[in-house]
């Protein structure tokens, strides 16, 4: 079975401060991995994806996450946040299967920039 | 380059009712899934369209059914709603590919039951 924790419901960090969302996952096989933001009233937004090859891997927006396979993990980072970051965060594994290529995502981590 | 619409934006409905919710896929796109976000969760996967075929599904009802048009546009249908369908629905699209493709993902229609 595939699943995805996302252990922190909230995250605070000040403007301009690194900041880290964690999330680890559990599937089957090679696992292709993504990060979502979602603002209010919004649908969700893709910011970057892990497939193969490079464990450190840049997306939108300054974003980056990197890929630990030992400790199956892909956490999302970003050196210097900004108020604009502040939104609702999924991380979302894709089982390597025949089929559907469905998403099988967390329950999402709340950031919030502070100024 | 369009991306994914969905429509309507909101839609109130009664116990035992059926809807209908519509999403037009981004250019170039012919895989088309739908998810439900119940408040305050993740996103659940509903089934996928690929060449207007059922090419997978979730852990929903058959209650639950879809459509997918030449255009591959998509449509979801609820039958006999209940107050526990009330969520925001999710369209996305993607390039068939497999596991790995990238699914952009619509504005969502918010759908209450009453």
């Known amino acids: 079975a595939q699943s995805v924790a996302q252990p922190e419901d909230q995250v605070n960090v000040a403007e301009g401060n690194p900041l880290t969302v964690k999330c680890t996952y559990s599937?089957?096989?090679?696992?292709?991995l993504f990060w979502y933001v979602q603002y209010p009233n919004r649908g969700l937004q893709f910011l970057l994806k892990?497939?193969?090859?490079?464990?450190l891997v840049k997306g939108s927006y300054g974003f980056e996450a990197e890929f630990n396979k030992s400790q199956t993990s892909f956490h999302l980072k970003k050196p210097s946040a900004l108020v604009s970051d502040s939104a609702l965060y999924f991380c979302?594994?894709?089982?390597?299967?025949?089929?559907?290529?469905?998403?099988?995502f967390g329950t999402g981590t709340r950031l919030t920039v502070i100024p | 380059e369009t991306g994914v619409t969905q429509s309507p934006t909101h839609l109130i409905k009664t116990r035992g009712q059926q809807v209908t919710l519509r999403c037009s896929s981004q250019?170039?796109?012919?895989?088309v899934s739908w998810y439900q976000q119940a408040l305050g969760q993740g996103p659940q996967f509903i089934f996928q369209?690929?060449?207007?075929?059922?090419?997978g599904r979730g852990n929903f009802p058959p209650r639950f059914s879809g459509l997918q048009f030449p255009n591959y546009s998509s449509e979801l249908n609820v039958n006999a709603l209940e107050l526990d369908d009330s969520a925001l629905y999710l369209c996305?699209?993607?390039?068939?590919?497999?596991?790995?493709?990238?699914?952009?993902f619509g504005p969502g229609t918010r759908l209450l039951v009453l």
């Open positions: 996305a699209s993607s390039e068939p590919g497999g596991p790995g493709e990238t699914q952009y």
């Open positions: 599937v089957s096989g090679n696992p292709y």
């Open positions: 892990y497939i193969t090859g490079d464990n």
């Open positions: 979302a594994v894709s089982p390597d299967q025949t089929g559907a290529n469905n998403l099988f």
């Open positions: 250019s170039g796109h012919n895989t």
């Open positions: 369209y690929y060449r207007e075929e059922e090419n």
